[in-house]
């Protein structure tokens, strides 16, 4: 007989989460990825993460989900340039002893909720050829077949994905919490108002 299911804990990303973060990554490239790419093409991939983590968080809004006080998954966005209501999904990864678990669905709608919340309504995604059937799941349509540069003059087959969402206010975001019993701090508020967003979210999505 099984036990209840473990609690996923979301959390914006810090500076010391930065290495873990890395680790899950190359973690997640090497074992989840295997025979979507070659290992030349899979290490590329992992060493971009590794390289350029320090830069991580001045990036986009990164977060981490945790299991018993471990790090267990990341994801984040990043605004698009080029379009005010457009963001780029990133760094979505699992740590591979946790997979399957609803880790990366739970992050993902952390992500879609805080890019919601900040007046993003398109959200894109290269996606690697391993996690578009995960994408696709969460309302994510192929939208062009792409080749993503590694360095070193190795590249990697992926998919543009998309998908339609629509901006939410904070107003409305704050109009999901039951008033507190004392006035909150501003950092106890926005973990509340994001842990009921996410919660709200999921149970929305939930095919019945």
Known sequence: MSGAPEEIVVRPAREADLDTIAAIQEA??????????????????ARVGIETRHGLLGQGSFFVAEIRG?????????????????????YVFVRPDAVRKGIGRRLMAAVEVSARGAGRSVFHVWS????????HALGYCRRRAIRVPLGRGLEMSGMHMVKQGA?????????????????????????????????RYLRSTSKP
Not at 174 to 191: C, F, S, Y
Request: proline share 6%; net charge negative.
């Open 28 to 45: 997640a490239i090497l074992a989840l990825a295997a025979g979507a790419d070659t290992p030349d093409q899979l290490a590329a991939w």
């Open 70 to 90: 471990q790090t267990v998954g990341v994801a984040g966005w990043s605004a698009d340039g080029g379009d005010r209501s457009g963001a780029w999904i990133r």
């Open 128 to 135: 690697s050829l391993n996690a578009t059937a995960f994408y």
């Open 167 to 199: 901006p939410i206010s904070n107003e409305q975001l704050r109009g999901m919490l039951p008033k507190p019993e004392r006035p909150a701090t501003i950092e106890e508020m926005d973990e509340a108002i994001a842990q009921e967003a996410i919660e």
